[in-house]
């Protein structure tokens, strides 16, 4: 499968997060469209990743993980 | 020790006397402080002396040495060193200038005793003869330029010294600030010289010069034009004249100081010091001599019609240090010495005389006002008659010797140089005709009240002591002149200072006749062995034909003098009034003030003017300042928009930010 679509989805997301955290005005919501927009980055890295063969997206990507349930 | 050690001792005694004084200004008793300065500088005569001694005692070839204390910098090329160069020529200056000072600084002890600033003046003049010793002994060009512009500050000290004279303090400034343009002529040659030798050092540039820079190439001449600037303005050379005649306005022995020893005398020793430089480049030695034969006439011209005795003795010097610059430029460079010698002898002598006289006058100045003090002042007339006539040049006095010692070089030199030498004849004829103008007006003719007070016994004394030049009225307090008044008959320090430079004056010229014994030639002839026009000596015979025509000069000089003067007085009035406009030319002193303030004074201050209104409030508060302040008010009100507060525009603007950088990437890749 062509890696494109996984950074199709993975952009799709973003943007969602990214208009939802510009858009809403419940700080809760923004914190869930920012999960949002960090999720659809993990996406693109894990993505690459799998591309490359490499691990170095996947332990970024967890990081970015654990960052994220650190401040949620 | 050997000689440089006592040449060291030589700068030292003044500087040790200049801050004990200085430290201890308002403690010394009575006279003790004028004391101090005159023994700290007969003890660097006397180290000066023993210098002379030692440096005799070495073979001729051996007689150049350089000596340095301690480096100031050493870097990129440059060796500033605290350097002292001791050959027969520094070692002659430094005897000559210390030994004629420490006789000013005893004149100076009885002379100045009333004035209430008795201290800071023997600071200010123990100062002044350290900075000239320091610019004699320098052995670089650095040590060179902070002597040289330490004495115009001394000098600037001295001349307004009496601080709450006006007259004074203009004077002051006038001479420093013409001062100030000679230094930057001399720092702005010195950096010629630099860059082509790559060393400040005396000895290195003199060996370097020939290689490095061609003979009479333009840089060589610039250098030397630009270190001409800085010895006409130290000199008094026209047209950077017209602060020596207002220096006048400082104390007599100060005026004595300066003409005699340590001032106008440096800009005959820096050519004479730099001949090797000068040698090479004949341009610029020639636009020095023509200066120096220009300057000799135009005073003596001048001196013809000032009627203030301390100005005509200034218009003198002027005189005689253009014999001096002319006879250095063009090779003449131990008559030049000698010449310097021989003048600092007379005229320190010709001004402590017009000292002792103005005292005898309770401070008045005016040639018009005296008259007849022949009788009444016999030491001072004596003392004044040897100055005359040895400034006169009659024989056997050593103005004589001296002054045709360079005239007879000049005629002896060829190639044009004769007309310099006739123009010099002219000026010693015209010398003759001054000096005695002053004799006769001041010592014969009709005695004058003060001079009848004075065979009773009274010496004049003003009830308000007045401004000689404005007439204003002053008080004795400090910053003026002190109450009293000195004349030479009564005050055993001024009379043993005047006679030893009277005897000076007489005999002085008699260690070089031609013929004879060259003695200053001799002794000089170390520094002067790498010059090629020194061995064009002229022959004895046409050296005593030079001398029977100075001879002959004065001696008709003084004739028509005393015929206009004395025998027929009222002879001068006829004459200014049949040539009223020559006279209006000389009295105006050949408008060269007028000339300077006109040509750079004014333009300068339009220029000032015009940089105040338009460049100041224009360009620099308007465009500069204005528009900087306007671009970050536009700014900051552009900038001030976007703090709105709300968390979402600044994500928005990050989120844009950021796009933008990812597309530039994205684009570029």
New interface residues.
């Given amino acids: 499968m062509a890696i494109g679509w996984y950074l199709v989805v993975s952009a799709m997301i973003f943007c969602i997060g990214a208009a939802g955290v510009l858009a809403r005005r419940n700080p809760l919501v923004i914190l869930l469209c920012l999960e949002l927009m960090l999720n659809g980055a993990n996406l693109a890295l894990v993505a690459f990743a799998r591309m490359w063969g490499g691990e170095d997206g996947q332990i970024f990507a967890l990081i970015v993980m654990v960052v994220a349930a650190g401040w949620a | 020790m050997t000689a440089t050690t006592f040449a060291w001792l030589v700068l030292l005694c003044p500087l040790v006397g200049t801050v004990v004084i200085a430290l201890g200004w308002n403690r010394w008793p009575g006279r003790s402080a004028g004391w101090i300065g005159t023994a700290a500088i007969a003890a660097a005569f006397g180290c000066a002396v023993v210098t002379l001694v030692s440096i005799r005692t070495r073979a001729p070839e051996h007689r150049e040495l350089s000596s340095t204390l301690w480096n100031y910098a050493v870097t990129s090329g440059l060796d500033a060193k605290m350097q002292i160069l001791v050959d027969p020529l520094s070692v002659f200056m430094i005897t000559v200038v210390s030994g004629v000072s420490a006789l000013i600084h005893l004149y100076s002890v009885t002379y100045m005793q009333s004035d209430r600033g008795f201290h800071r003046y023997f600071a200010y003049l123990n100062f002044f003869v350290l900075s000239m010793l320091q610019l004699v002994l320098a052995g670089n060009f650095v040590i060179l330029i902070i002597g040289w512009a330490f004495v115009g500050a001394a000098s600037y000290l001295l001349i307004s010294f009496w601080y709450r004279r006006t007259t004074a303090t203009r004077a002051g400034l006038k001479a420093f600030v013409i001062n100030v343009v000679g230094d930057v002529g001399l720092v702005l040659g010195t950096f010629f010289i630099f860059k082509h030798t790559g060393t400040v050092d005396f000895l290195k540039v003199f060996a370097l010069t020939p290689h490095v820079l061609g003979h009479d190439s333009t840089d060589l001449v610039v250098a030397c034009l630009l270190l001409g600037v800085g010895a006409f303005a130290k000199s008094a050379q026209v047209p950077l004249h017209t602060w020596l005649p207002d220096a006048m306005e400082g104390p007599t022995p100060v005026s004595a100081l300066i003409h005699a020893a340590t001032m106008v005398t440096a800009g005959v020793y820096l050519i004479v010091r730099m001949h090797p430089l000068f040698e090479q480049a004949p341009t610029a030695a020639d636009v020095t001599a023509i200066g120096g034969g220009l300057t000799l006439t135009v005073a003596a011209t001048i001196a013809l019609v000032v009627t203030d005795l301390k100005r005509v003795i200034a218009y003198s010097t002027m005189s005689q240090i253009g014999y001096m610059i002319m006879g250095a430029s063009v090779g003449a460079y131990s008559a030049a010495m000698f010449h310097l010698m021989a003048h600092a002898f007379f005229k320190a002598l010709l001004f402590m005389a017009a000292g002792s006289l103005i005292g005898a006058m309770a401070g008045v100045q005016s040639l018009d006002r005296m008259g007849g003090f022949r009788r009444v002042l016999p030491f001072t007339f004596v003392s004044f008659m040897v100055g005359g006539l040895a400034l006169t040049g009659l024989p056997p006095f050593s103005g004589w010797l001296s002054k045709d010692d360079i005239l007879a070089f000049l005629d002896h030199r060829g190639g044009g140089f004769e007309i310099l030498g006739v123009l010099g004849y002219l000026g010693a004829f015209l010398t003759g005709l001054y000096t005695f103008r002053m004799i006769f007006r001041a010592f014969w003719g009709e005695p004058v009240e003060e001079a009848r007070e004075l065979e009773h016994g009274h010496l004049a004394h003003a009830d308000v002591p007045r401004n000689p030049m404005t007439g204003e009225e002053e008080d004795t307090d400090i910053g003026f002149p002190g109450p009293g008044h000195y004349i030479a008959e009564r005050e055993m320090p001024m009379k043993v200072a005047m006679g030893v430079l009277a005897v000076l004056a007489l005999i002085g010229g008699l260690i070089q006749i031609p013929g004879v014994d060259l003695g200053i030639e001799r002794f000089l002839s170390t520094t002067f062995a790498d010059s090629h026009l020194v061995r064009s000596e002229p022959s004895t015979a046409s050296s005593w034909v030079g001398l029977a025509i100075g001879a002959g000069a004065a001696l008709i000089a003084i004739t028509i003098a005393y015929r206009v003067w004395v025998a027929e007085p009222g002879t001068a009035t006829r004459v200014r009034e049949r040539l009223p406009a020559l006279y209006t030319f000389l009295a105006n002193k050949w408008y060269f003030d007028e000339a300077i303030d006109f040509l750079i004074v004014r333009p300068a201050l339009t220029v000032g003017r015009l940089a105040g209104s338009v460049l100041e409030r224009t360009v620099i508060e308007g465009l500069l300042t204005g528009g900087a302040v306007g671009a970050v008010r536009v700014g900051s009100a552009a900038v001030r928009r976007w703090q709105t507060g709300f968390v979402?525009y600044y994500?928005?603007a990050m989120?844009i930010c950021l796009s933008g950088v990812a597309l530039y990437f994205l684009i570029s890749s």
């Fill in positions: 979402r994500a928005a989120l």
